[in-house]
């Protein structure tokens, strides 16, 4: 499998999987994708119908990856996906399945349900990909004697799903930067608890932006960056998208009984990774009718996918909204899917994204490629604060389900776009416990908490409280890197 950037520098250059499976942007600045996305056979699909949730992770890896010895990669899908490390399920039968499908009921004709995406240690679908990569990187460095250190920035979810990916892993560091007391109790407790030693909480007196100053400044230093290892792990790192497909497999056959149906996806949605890898899931020939991009306040997506028009927010312009992880001025997976939209020209795509450093974003409502999003399956709609807490009313009321506020995005945008006779998968991307707050305000109650995580607030925890300086950070991961 060749991979190639969606800005078309250096083509003719191979890149394998285990190349960019370490690295971020690739050098003209472009988003890496396969040169050509395999095809499922129906007899695959057939084949893959029964398979335990890592096997056909296995199976749908392969596919991209031709560089790790299969034996390799299928020990490692085996050691992510275990019934141990998704067990946070409401019931106990479904922790086998690793993303349980939990039917809701039949709207306007169509079977609605929920994917449940965040059964993981950190109650948040970034676990589903967090961890894999954890396994991954620590597999990739040992194999050519190599160490990272990784360098990133949080408000909360996903510096804890890094966190708990890359805990206790040989040759790996985290240097996780947070906005000291910005975050809730419990999203505090669950990264300051970990007392694994390769682990290090930075908790910076500022705000969030103040933190992603700093990784951005030490990610600078080139020099220091070389000699210290440093990495990232964000969300455009391919490794990360294509273990997302995997769950759109697995809910398709939950929610079948045959290859000849169809289903529709809706994906509450930020930086466009969770739903890029769907988009890949169609690609390869998965029969999907729709993907609903739903997002909140903050609607750069549906605003693109109902006008053509892309324009991406100023910081001061992005709303603080009660399902903040979808809270993006731009959705840096995006440019992944605009190179397909335009039949992969890469040098069109470089002009639209040079538009969007230069003049804030682009237009293609007047071009004849718009159209096409309608042929790829996208659609989309947005919520609000106050649609966010009916929904998790009336799901409550009508299902006796709790659902989390991005979920509740998601269920209100999908109610939308039913089709009878189509069942409609929502993608369940975290636990209600994580935003209390939202949960007390619409129902009068507290929500549910996973038996791991009693008493969560009252661990000990370990942190180090660090000025707003990038050089008192740097002086910090030289003291611990003992290198
Ligand atoms: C990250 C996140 C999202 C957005 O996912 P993208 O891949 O960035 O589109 C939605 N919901 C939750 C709970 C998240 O943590």
Redesign the pocket.
């Known amino acids: 499998m060749n991979y190639l950037s969606t800005r078309g520098a250096g083509a003719g250059e191979r890149h394998t999987f285990s190349e960019i499976l370490l690295g971020g942007l690739a050098k003209d600045g472009g988003l890496y994708l396969p040169a050509d996305y395999p095809r499922v056979t129906p007899d695959e699909l057939t084949r893959w119908r029964t398979l335990p949730y890592a096997d056909l992770a296995f199976e749908i890896l392969s596919k991209f990856c031709d560089d790790i010895p299969a034996d390799d990669l299928r020990a490692l899908t085996r050691k992510t996906y275990t019934a141990a490390t998704y067990c946070n399920v409401r019931d106990d039968e479904s922790a086998a399945q690793i993303t349980p499908l939990k039917t809701l009921g039949v709207e306007d004709g169509a079977p609605l349900s929920l994917l449940e995406l965040s059964n993981g240690p950190t109650l ?3 676990d589903m990909a967090m961890q894999l990569i954890g396994n991954l990187f620590e597999y990739a460095l040992a194999k050519h004697g190599e160490t990272l250190n990784i360098l990133g920035a949080t408000s909360g ?1 996903t510096g804890s799903a890094a966190e708990y990916a890359m805990r206790g892993k040989k040759g790996i560091r985290v240097f996780m930067l947070s906005p000291h007391k910005k975050m809730s109790a419990f999203q505090t407790a669950q990264m300051y608890s970990l007392q694994d030693p390769n682990i290090f909480n930075l908790a910076v007196q500022g705000v969030f932006d103040d933190a992603q100053d700093i990784v951005k400044a030490v990610s600078n230093d080139h020099a220091f960056k070389a000699k210290y290892k440093i990495g990232t792990v964000n ?1 455009i790192n391919w490794a990360r998208v294509v273990a997302q497909v995997v769950y759109y497999f697995k809910g398709y056959f939950a929610a079948t009984k045959s290859n000849a149906e169809r289903v529709s996806f809706t994906v ?8 890029c890898a769907g988009h890949i899931a169609r690609m390869m020939g998965l029969p999907i009718e729709k993907l609903v991009v739903a997002t909140n306040e903050n609607d750069v997506l549906d605003e693109f996918f109902r006008t053509g028009i892309y324009r991406v927010r100023k910081a001061a312009e992005t709303y603080h909204t009660s399902s903040p ?2 809270d993006i001025s731009k959705a840096s997976n995006f440019e992944r899917f605009v190179y397909d939209l335009l039949g992969r020209d890469p040098a069109r795509v470089l002009q639209l994204f040079r538009d969007v450093e230069e003049k804030g974003g682009f237009d293609l409502a007047a071009s004849g490629d718009f159209p096409r999003v309608k042929e790829f399956g996208f659609v989309s709609g947005s919520s609000s604060h106050d649609t966010r807490v009916d929904t998790i009313r009336d799901v409550f009321q009508r299902y006796d389900t709790m659902i989390d506020t ?1 979920t509740a995005d998601g269920v209100k945008v999908a109610r939308e776009h039913l089709q009878p006779g189509i069942p409609m998968i929502v993608l369940e ?2 636990q209600p416990i994580k935003f209390g707050e939202t949960i007390r305000e619409a129902l009068l109650r507290e929500p549910e908490r996973p038996a791991a995580f009693s008493g969560l607030e009252s661990l000990p925890q370990r942190f180090e409280v660090v000025p707003a300086d990038a050089q008192r950070v740097k002086d910090f991961i030289v003291a611990n890197t003992g290198e």
Do not use: C, Q
């Open positions: 948040a679908f970034k979810d969300s509450p949605s930020g930086n466009f990774g969770n739903v992880s979808m991005h991307t975290a």
